[in-house]
């Protein structure tokens, strides 16, 4: 009967006796089945100890009684057996490389497996671990034959102890080796080469050969490094240096194990004096150009123990994310990656690095972000408890991630206001630019209402570029006044709809007062908005447009089906209704002077200026003006590129018109009369619009034409009254001109000729 069979029938011994069964009980049987098993694996064992030790040499008992000592785990008697049976047997690979692993397993002295490792080679050089070792260091220029003269020296032990078909397949074997190894380029390559012209016996493979030569040739390359590392005078530090600019050329090279290779030599050169940055290059040449997750963990996993810093752990937890290790592994690491933190940067890089970390964790799993939000809040008090109030000065990146994350990803405007109040509270409160971050923030994820009293302490805060502020709130009005213009949704039309109410709906619940267009554009404007920059007064002059106070605003009206209803157009003023400047204005406008028309026929407009364009030129160009009066950009000392030239008659405006598209330094200027015109009103336009059949269009014309080359080459058909170039704005021709002539059908003759070839471009009149 077996156990399980006992225990039941006693169970039910007992219930049948009306006796319930405790845990004690329970323990106390589970307790006298493990002692059996225990038992009997004792038993066995002895069974095996006495064959071996009345018969040390029994070869295949002893490897049992191992087996059965490492099965039981019990390890000081394993490793008493183990050195018995190396000292009598020459154990295989096998019995060496699973000695290794337990005593690696048991966090034994880095001497003792060492030794090990020393036993084992001596036992048998098995392919195995001459391959781990070629692998390891085949490649160093500076030590590579050591490795490979005892890989070679073994197998051609092997290959004399053979004889006919055996050792033809073997040779093939050796021969194999040798072209591996004369393909490294190392120090020793010319007597490698003779070793093996001796072993082929003059039967050189030509593959071999070819990659000697190739690699006798990069062999002359890396002498010069190898021979400036054997100084035994040089410092680490010079030492470090050398060998980076030997990584550098072995990169260029392309060869990915070698570059490998360098670095590993450069990590062992410097393993008394930990150096971070190389393990950082290390690592990044790992990441962005071997691409392999698991190489680059193993050498984070020895970096981050060698020379740990924030740096390290955070390209360690990326390259695990990578490897796609177990989000319980990865959360396991981050306790110790604090513990490397300093200084706030580093605080602030590493956290940053983790975040975004389980943010994208939470996005491609179950898009719970709470874990994110936590991470946060834990970030910030903790540095900040660790190095003060500027924490994250001066750029507060850090907090405006936070704030992002709660409007855009976690829904919660109100705690992100808040986070954006503390950065403009604690030093970010001059910068119009951080108020405009958080304004955008709040109008497109939070409620404009709150945009707009962002903007409105804005003004009164923010100490540079005040224009920008102005337009910002601009378009928040404007924005106000279209969602207060939106018709309210029927309760029941929401309800059929069964879409809820979302938290970024700029629209105000029930219970609260809407946003009128008159409140937005009067009532609540606050000063500062009603101040005109001398730049806008300026435009306006030009335009004819009425002040604030002049122009009322008409009430947004919203018929039946709920559309806003559009109003009539207003009349246009006549110049009598326009009202004086007053006399203590700084400029006096053109469109409202106290002589009427009179004054604006003594003006003309000037524009296409460059922006550094002196009056004195125009004073050059115009030298009866009275006045040059440029349109200033804001606070700078540029200005817009347009103008106005004042003159003393009529007579010289008029003869002023004849400089339009004067060229200045190649740029044409535009000269134009003064006629204001109401707002909505468009320019009249200053050209004909009727059939010129005297007039041509020229495509195709040279880029380096000028207009009296143009005219000469035309003139063949008849006279030339005029020729014009089109120029961009810059002054640089279109490619295209206007030719007027005298009579149509000079105009008729150029249309019908054939070529018409100019700088040696046919041009085509049209």
């Not at 010319?190 to 012209?197: F, S």
């Not at 040089?234 to 990915?256: A, C, T």
Request: glycine content about 4%.
């Amino acid at each position: 009967m077996s156990d399980d069979d006992s225990n039941g029938g006693s169970d039910e011994a007992m219930k049948e006796n009306g006796e319930e069964i405790t845990d004690e009980q329970i323990a106390a049987l589970q307790a006298e089945v493990t002692f059996f098993e225990r038992q009997s694996q004792f038993d066995i064992t002895i069974a095996l100890y006495l064959p071996v030790e009345s018969n040390p040499h029994d070869y295949d008992k002893r490897v049992e009684l191992i087996a059965m000592l490492r099965g039981a785990g019990e390890l000081d008697a394993l490793r008493a057996q183990r050195e018995a049976a190396s000292k009598i047997f020459a154990m295989p690979p096998k019995f060496w490389m699973e000695w290794i692993d337990d005593e690696k397993t048991c966090e034994s002295d880095k001497e003792i497996i060492k030794s090990l490792f020393e036993r084992a080679i001596n036992d048998f050089h098995s392919p195995e671990k001459m391959e781990e070792a070629v692998g390891l260091i085949g490649l160093r220029a500076d030590c590579a034959s050591t490795v490979w003269n005892i890989y070679l020296d073994f197998e051609k032990m092997i290959l004399r102890s053979l004889e006919g078909e055996e050792a033809d397949k073997y040779r093939l074997l050796v021969d194999g080796i040798y072209a591996r190894f004369l393909r490294i380029p190392h120090l020793d390559i010319e007597q490698t080469w003779a070793e093996y012209e001796t072993f082929a016996g003059g039967n050189e493979s030509e593959a071999v050969r070819s990659s000697y030569q190739s690699a006798l040739k990069r062999t002359s390359e890396i002498a010069a490094f190898e021979r400036r590392l054997e100084d035994d005078s040089l410092s680490v530090d010079d030492q470090l240096n050398i060998l980076s600019e030997y990584i550098e050329m072995e990169m260029q090279g392309g060869d990915p194990s070698r570059v490998q290779m360098m670095f590993e030599r450069a990590i062992v050169t410097t393993a008394s004096e930990p150096k971070a940055n190389l393990w950082l290059q290390y690592g990044s040449w790992l990441d962005s150009s071997l691409k392999i997750p698991s190489v680059a963990v193993k050498v984070y996993e020895r970096a981050i123990r060698h020379a740990p810093c924030t740096a390290l752990w955070q390209q360690y937890l990326s390259a695990l994310e990578r490897t796609q290790c177990p989000a319980d592994v990865i959360d396991s690491k981050w306790l110790l990656a604090k513990e490397t933190i300093w200084t706030a940067d580093e605080g602030l890089s590493l956290y940053r690095t983790y975040i975004y970390l389980m943010r994208r964790r939470a996005a491609t799993q179950d898009g719970d972000y709470s874990k994110v939000l936590e991470l946060f809040e834990e970030g910030a008090a903790f540095l900040q408890e660790r190095f003060g109030q500027h924490w994250d000065s001066p750029k507060a990146q850090f907090r405006k991630n936070f704030a992002m994350f709660l409007y855009t990803i976690a829904k919660l405007p109100d705690k992100g206001r808040k986070v954006w109040n503390d950065i403009l509270a604690s030093g970010s409160g001059h910068l119009a630019a951080a108020w405009l971050e958080a304004v955008n923030l709040e109008r497109f994820f939070g409620r404009i209402e709150n945009a707009r009293k962002m903007l409105y302490r804005a003004i009164n805060s923010a100490s540079d570029h005040p224009y920008l502020l102005d337009k910002a709130l601009e378009k928040v009005n404007a924005q106000a006044a279209r969602v207060a213009a939106r018709p309210p949704k029927k309760k029941g039309e929401q309800e059929r709809s069964g879409r809820p109410r979302k938290e970024n709906d700029f629209r105000e619940p029930k219970g609260k007062e809407e946003i009128t267009a008159a409140k937005v554009d009067g009532e609540q404007r606050s000063p500062e908005k009603e101040r005109k920059s001398p730049q806008e007064k300026a435009k306006r002059q030009h335009d004819g447009e009425a002040t604030d106070d002049q122009e009322k605003k008409a009430k947004v009206v919203i018929d039946e089906d709920g559309f806003a209803v559009p109003t009539m157009p207003a009349v246009p003023r006549k110049k009598d209704d326009v009202s004086v400047v007053s006399s203590n204005s700084t400029e006096t406008p053109s469109s409202s002077t106290t002589n009427g028309s009179q004054d604006l026929a003594k003006t003309v407009f000037i524009s296409n200026l460059d922006f550094k364009l002196p009056k004195e030129r125009i004073l050059e160009i115009f030298p009866n003006a009275k006045e040059v009066r440029f349109i200033q950009r804001g606070m700078s000392k540029l200005h817009k590129g347009f103008g106005y030239v004042d003159f003393e008659t009529a007579d010289e405006a008029r003869e002023a018109l004849s400089k339009d598209r004067h060229l200045i330094d190649g740029r044409p200027m535009y000269v134009s009369e003064n006629k204001p015109h109401e707002r909505g009103q468009r320019n009249e336009f200053r050209y004909a619009t009727n059939l010129e059949k005297n007039k041509l269009f020229v495509s195709n014309v040279h880029y380096d034409a000028t207009a009296d080359q143009v005219k000469e080459v035309f003139a063949m058909f008849g006279a030339v009254r005029d020729v014009r170039i089109v120029t961009h704005k810059s002054g640089k021709s279109k490619g295209c001109a206007y030719v007027e002539f005298e009579e149509e059908s000079a105009a008729s003759a150029a249309i019908k000729a054939e070529d018409i070839v100019l700088l040696g471009t046919i041009s085509i009149p049209l």
